[in-house]
T-cell receptor, first 119, second 109 residues
């Protein structure tokens, strides 16, 4: 099956610094990628939908200036957490939408996640 | 806005017991998916249900889509410690993808 990678898998940064997380689709082109945030034992909360070559669509309550998303190519989307604070510590997961649909359902391929800890 | 509400939120059972997880919404969906996630990993797709009343089986897991396509259930028979994880229902319409509130299952040996 299709593979989505994330880098780094975990990162520790100091408060006030910025961190960039990469999401790559390794063997297919993804016109749409999604970014999620997850706290322990809770569900994944959709942060934004990223479409190649256009601005990301952010969910209500997600600060677009704090969580910068760039989808510059069909295989790469990046999430930059700017001026990180301890409350931004979380598990961040991306997914890439497959190119082929059956019925109305497209396959979603998930990355392994990135654990961010802000000290 | 949570489109999909799951219950229970947490569930801790003994090995060998049966359990059911529910996913409910006030909206009608053309399809619904179930995922399982282990700590520190991404979700893994278990099944997609598309037809009202549909029942799908995956070994000890039985998935059902409600007749009105507004709810779904996941039943696990004779739970094992390896079933421990976060179970998520999800709405996947291509342009939209939202997870339910999640059910954290712990199976005690």
């Amino acid at each position: 099956g299709a593979v989505v990678s994330q880098h780094p898998s975990w990162v520790i940064c100091k408060s006030g610094t910025s961190v960039k997380i990469e999401c790559r689709s390794l063997d297919f082109q993804a016109t749409t990628m999604f970014w999620y945030r997850q706290f322990p034992k809770q569900s994944l909360m959709l942060m934004a939908t990223s479409n190649e070559g256009s601005k990301a669509t952010y969910e209500q309550g997600v600060e677009k200036d704090k969580f910068l998303i760039n989808h510059a190519s069909l295989t790469l989307s990046t999430l930059t957490v700017t001026s990180a604070h301890p409350e931004d510590s979380s598990f961040y997961i991306c997914s890439a939408r497959g190119a082929v649909a059956w019925g109305e359902v497209y396959e979603q391929y998930f990355g392994p996640g990135t654990r961010l800890t802000v000290t | 806005t949570q489109l999909l509400e799951q219950s229970p939120q947490f569930l801790s059972i003994q090995e060998g017991e049966n359990l059911t997880v529910y996913c409910n919404s006030s909206s009608v969906f053309s399809s619904l998916q179930w995922y399982r996630q282990e700590p520190g990993e991404g979700p893994v797709l278990l099944v997609t249900v598309v037809t009202g009343g549909e029942v799908k089986k995956l070994k000890r897991l039985t998935f059902q889509f409600g007749d009105a396509r507004k709810d779904s259930s996941l039943h696990i028979t004779a739970a094992q410690p390896g079933d421990t994880g976060l179970y998520l229902c999800a709405l996947n319409t291509g342009n939209q993808f939202y997870f339910g509130t999640g059910t954290s299952l712990t199976v005690i040996p």
